[in-house]
């Protein structure tokens, strides 16, 4: 795969805010040189020593591999709280131009925040050629951005998946839905068999989960024109997305609370709620909330809005990237790409981290047995392998963080409202917050 000589890079804020294109180019080459990055070597003496922020479980073992095969260049775990932790101290670091680490585990919808504000490093030029085919389309647009760019190697995926309790199903006589039309009319089935049971829920409170579904429709919220950010979360896909599930809620056939409180643990765990519009990892969670059930369940692609067509979304994931602050943006590349792609190092990622692997071959040859809570599903994985291959692209933006925001107080309103029409009015609530706070934040914004 060859890559044209010209690199795009996402939009910066505009020289409002002291801050053209080239000042970001200039901006990272000289934070590249600053001598309080992470990396380190002996002079010449000793083997290169980098640093890696991650909060993924056991990495430490993972990497350990890497060191005992690579004895010029020694990776040292720094491990963080959490994803927005990370991105928050990231940023400070490259504010402050010293004190960040070579290199640094990012959620893709926080890939745009970091390269907007200067804090990863377009490692196109230091990846092999034949990488980017490891990956579906979908988690490589992820981390380009739509450009010739590459800011991160995808480390794992959330392709979104339909969980069900296939003791229930059968017991009420309902085939496994393969469209939204059949989920509908499966929903409506098990409300009149028990009124007290739905088949899901609408959570305001995931506005990632929403995303994949839009994902799923074709929609993408954000995009880049030249200079400029598009922004379109009230978009066709958007509102067939949100009128399908605000009708489904107005008609009382599917529930209304949000996920991951104690009403919505207690109604997985006691079968109240028959299904789970969910993700890849959604049997580990299961498993802990909802220990009674194990053995179950099974999982199947999400429904489709076109059959012929099939398409899905993500919900969750993250990669590996390189920061400007590094002295050593070349082994830290090597890194990166050893840690998602080389065979051995997925298998330990998926052994000990529990994490689903993006590199799709690679993914294939470890994940080989189901998750113990599913473990009646021996061929779980390789549902999850056709759903990650047929993912929609999806771009996000650099204030993903406002949009979702406006997303829980749009959406939580709607849904107490139980009202199809307030559920696609609160679309446009969204992109009219997002709008004007990249305008505010000095960003070009494309009409």
Same mark, same amino acid.
Not at 23 to 32: K, R
Not at 110 to 129: C, N, Y
Not at 263 to 290: C, F, H, K, R, Y
Not at 421 to 430: D, H, V, W
């Given at each position: ?171 009420? =006589? *309902? #085939?496994?839905? %393969?469209?939204?039309?059949?989920? +509908? ?6 409300? !009149? &068999? @028990? /009124? $007290? ?90 498993? =802990? *909330? #909802?220990?009674? %059930?194990?053995?179950?369940?099974? +999982? ?6 076109? !059959? &012929? @067509? /099939? $398409? ?95 997303? %829980?107080?749009?959406?939580?309103? +709607? ?6 029409? !307030?559920?696609?009015? $609160? ?21």
């Amino acid at each position: 795969m060859s890559r044209a000589s010209h690199r795009s890079t996402a939009p910066a804020p505009r020289p409002s805010r002291r801050r053209t294109l080239a000042a970001v180019a200039a901006a990272a080459l000289l934070l590249a040189g600053c001598s309080g990055g992470g990396s380190t070597s002996a002079g010449g003496d000793g083997p290169v020593e980098l640093t890696f922020w991650t909060w993924a479980p056991n990495m430490e073992q993972v990497v350990q591999t890497w060191n005992e095969s690579h004895p010029d260049v020694q990776v040292t775990v720094n491990k963080q709280d959490g994803g927005d932790a990370a991105v928050t101290k990231l940023l400070t670091a490259v504010k402050a131009g010293s004190g960040a680490p070579d290199l640094m585990q990012a959620e893709y919808q926080k890939i745009p925040t970091l390269v907007s504000s200067d804090a990863l490093a377009d490692i196109s030029d230091q990846l092999g050629d034949d990488v980017q085919d490891a990956f579906p389309s979908s988690v490589w647009n992820s981390v380009t951005l739509g450009s010739d760019a590459v800011y991160a190697v995808p480390q794992d995926s959330g392709p979104m998946m339909f969980l069900y309790r296939a003791d229930l199903f059968e017991q009420y =006589g *309902i #085939a496994v839905p %393969t469209t939204w039309d059949e989920y +509908a009319d499966a929903a409506r089935k098990i409300k !009149a &068999a @028990d /009124p $007290a049971k739905s088949l899901g829920t609408f959570s305001a409170n995931d506005p990632g989960w929403f995303a994949g579904l839009a994902q799923q429709a074709g929609a993408s919220w954000w995009g880049i024109e030249g200079d400029a950010w598009s922004v379109d979360v009230d978009s066709e896909a958007t509102r067939r997305v949100a009128a399908y599930w605000g009708g489904m809620v107005e008609e009382g056939v599917i529930a209304n609370t949000p996920m991951y409180t104690p009403e919505w643990n207690a109604a997985l765990n006691d079968g109240t709620q028959v299904g789970w519009v969910g993700s890849v990892w959604s049997p580990a969670v299961l498993e =802990g *909330i #909802a220990p009674d %059930t194990a053995g179950t369940w099974m +999982a199947a692609p999400l429904p489709q809005w076109d !059959a &012929a @067509d /099939p $398409a899905g979304g993500n919900w969750g994931g993250s990669a590996t990237g390189v920061t400007t602050q590094s002295e050593h943006p070349e082994e830290a590349a090597e890194f990166a790409q050893w840690l998602n792609t080389d065979p051995e190092a997925v298998q330990a990622l998926a052994d000990v981290s529990g994490v689903y692997p993006a590199a799709t071959d690679a993914a294939d040859q470890a994940l080989t047995d189901p998750p113990a809570f599913i473990s009646n599903q021996p061929d779980y994985y390789d549902v999850v392998g056709r759903v990650a291959e047929t993912t929609n692209d999806f771009t996000y933006g650099p204030n993903v963080n406002v949009a979702y925001s406006a997303y %829980t107080d749009a959406f939580g309103a +709607a849904a107490e409202q139980r009202s199809a029409a !307030a559920f696609t009015a $609160a679309l446009a609530s969204i992109q009219s917050t997002t709008v004007e706070d990249l305008e505010n934040t000095g960003f070009t914004v494309a009409k």
